[in-house]
């Protein structure tokens, strides 16, 4: 199999070589050629704002899987990070991170007896991750959070079809559904409703700001925990630190039809060529990719001999024992490759798996962007518009104006609320507002509209006010689809 291969930024080549000798020397690559493609800094700097070459994406594409390093993401300028772009142009969808407390890498959790085995699936495409923000006033930017039920049921599925396969008997799903009510409260209804699926699966939810609670105080009660994009990003890396770092934790990203298997620490210029770096997560990355692709047995002996020398007290200079000399990292990985074929003792060894060659096919090429619809067959009825205006006046008479512009039209106002909290035509002396009004229209009566009576209500506003974006307000089979304003 031939597998795209992105050595990375700063300290990316080396401990990406290193990874590749120890792959040499279990075997791997007798099954796999590595095809190196263009991507990072350098590309940056030729003044490609993706960060990779036109003939990177083709060999990714091609191939189906890529193998990459870290990648620095510029300061300043057009570019954004390669992460983020690859995993949303090539739809990888469901972010895996594994968490594990390691021989000789010491934590407050080693140090009281406690070994943490947990993962944690991330949405990988949505949310606010789609960078879609605007300045509208003088005082306000705003950023879209977009959440898909396809998007959900994509992620949702891979995390309970991973569950199922490795054995783990629970999956919480973490949101933000009281607050956030329609958007992880769509999240939270697709999982109840994946979940219908795997009855043999408990499936509990939690809210992310308990889960990071008792992620730091009991984090031995979770297995594996599922989601939005947003959230996973900041609980993944607090994941991180209770078992040592981002040093020592595994990513992988897996789509329909790509998979991108990573370190996602940083690219530490500041050691970046003198061969000291720690390879430890972007081999445990490795070992990912190569179960993926159908190597169990390659990905457990490499493993093993990773375990048993972490259990003898082999390490690079930022963990484990100081009575133990400190290797660099080719003697790192030499004394790994030096352990092939052994197994830990103070640990449980990693599973053999089934097979030990080839299993993964990547699908054929799709001819075009795909369409996916999830919830069908919707009775959708126009019930009113908000329209979001720039005004420095009191709410009060925002209303006077608003009410005399909708008189001859099939909406009343009914609200008027300044970042999310309403100021009329109930409110507080004691509420801040700034020159972002919400003002909230809907039909007077049992009157219906059409978008074109919104839309020439909204002409009407603009005459006298800036407006800087509306919102129809639609019923879905008759339930609403727009939340209320807080306190309203």
């Not at 769509?186 to 700001?209: C, G, H, K, N, Q």
């Not at 790509?258 to 972007?282: C, M, Q, R, S, W």
């Not at 999310?420 to 229209?441: H, L, N």
Request: charged share 20%.
């Amino acid at each position: 199999m031939r597998i795209a291969l992105a050595a990375g930024d700063g300290i990316g080549p080396e401990i990406m070589a290193a990874t590749l000798k120890l792959f040499a020397a279990a075997g791997v690559n007798s099954l796999v050629e590595f095809v190196p493609v263009e991507m990072g800094q350098e590309i940056f700097a030729r003044g490609n704002t993706r960060g990779m070459t036109d003939e990177a994406i083709r060999v990714v594409e091609d191939l189906g899987v890529l193998f990459k390093g870290p990648m620095a993401t510029p300061t300043g300028g057009g570019g954004k990070s390669i992460n983020v772009t690859a995993r949303k142009m090539w739809s990888a969808y469901a972010n895996y991170r594994h968490f594990r407390t390691l021989p000789g890498v010491v934590t407050p959790y080693s140090k009281a007896g406690i070994n943490l085995d947990f993962s944690i699936v991330r949405e990988n495409i949505e949310d606010t991750y789609g960078g879609i923000e605007h300045r509208l006033t003088n005082d306000v930017v705003i950023a879209k959070r977009i959440i898909t039920a396809p998007g959900c049921d994509e992620v949702l599925r891979f995390a309970f079809e991973t569950a199922k396969r490795l054995g783990i008997d629970t999956v919480h799903c973490s949101h933000k559904a009281n607050i956030m009510k329609m958007t992880d409260g769509l999240f939270l209804e697709r999982f109840r409703t994946m979940a219908a699926e795997y009855p043999s699966i408990a499936a509990p939810d939690v809210i992310v700001d308990a889960l990071c609670m008792n992620l730091v105080m009991k984090p031995q009660q979770y297995k594996m925990v599922v989601l939005t994009n947003l959230q996973g990003d900041i609980v993944s890396d607090l994941a991180a630190g209770l078992v040592g770092g981002l040093g020592f934790a595994p990513s992988a990203n897996i789509g329909r039809n790509i998979a991108i298997f990573e370190a996602v620490h940083g690219t530490a210029p500041d050691i970046a060529g003198k061969g000291i770096a720690n390879p430890t997560a972007l081999l445990l990355s490795g070992l990912m990719m190569l179960r993926h692709i159908g190597l169990e047995k390659q990905g457990a002996t490499i493993e093993n001999a990773l375990l048993v020398a972490l259990e003898d007290g082999a390490h690079t200079g930022d963990f484990g024992d100081r009575t133990q000399p400190t290797l660099n990292t080719d003697a790192f990985i030499k004394e790994i490759i030096a352990r092939l074929g052994k197994e830990p003792h103070t640990v449980k060894p990693a599973p053999a798996g089934k097979t030990d060659r080839i299993t993964c096919v990547p699908p054929p090429k799709p001819e075009s962007a795909m369409m996916m619809r999830t919830i069908t067959g919707v009775k959708k009825e126009i019930a009113g518009v908000d329209v979001y205006v720039e005004a420095i006046h009191p709410a009060a008479d925002t209303a006077v104006q608003m009410e005399r512009i909708c008189a001859a039209s099939p909406f009343n106002i009914t609200l008027i609320s300044c970042r999310g909290m309403q100021v009329w035509p109930r409110g507080s002396a004691f509420t801040e507002c700034v020159d972002y009004w919400r003002v909230r229209f809907e039909l007077r009566d049992s009157r219906s509209a059409t978008q074109s009576d919104a839309i020439a209500l909204l002409s009407r506003i603009t005459e006298s006010n800036l407006v800087s974006e509306y919102e129809l307000l639609r019923t879905f089979d008759g339930a609403r689809g727009w939340t209320l304003a807080q306190g309203q």
